[in-house]
């Protein structure tokens, strides 16, 4: 049998509500606690299947939810920020 090929997987990590409000509305606002649910069902899946991947979190995000960030840490994930 031939080994399994080998994937990356990364993860943008980012608030929806933010980029519209910024993009569209012109208004800057702090992100939302949708990126909690959302990255922590992530987190959720991944560790079921134990996989792991890069999750690149936008700056403000990872200053608003350190903790956030450290779950991913802690998980084995590998970090990197965006600005």
């Known amino acids: 049998m031939s080994e399994r090929p080998k994937l990356a997987l990364s993860f943008d990590i980012e608030c929806y509500y933010q980029i519209v409000s910024n993009d569209y509305l012109d208004k800057n606002i702090e992100p939302?606690?949708?990126?909690?649910?959302?990255?922590?069902?992530?987190?959720?899946?991944?560790?079921?299947?134990?996989?792991?991947?890069?999750?690149?979190?936008?700056?403000?995000?990872?200053?608003?939810?350190?903790?956030?960030?450290?779950?991913a840490a802690d998980d084995g994930h590998e970090i990197g920020i965006h600005g």
Request: charge should be positive.
């Open 32 to 71: 939302t606690e949708e990126v909690l649910v959302n990255t922590h069902w992530i987190l959720d899946e991944l560790k079921l299947h134990k996989v792991k991947a890069t999750f690149f979190f936008l700056g403000n995000v990872a200053r608003i939810f350190p903790e956030l960030v450290k779950r």
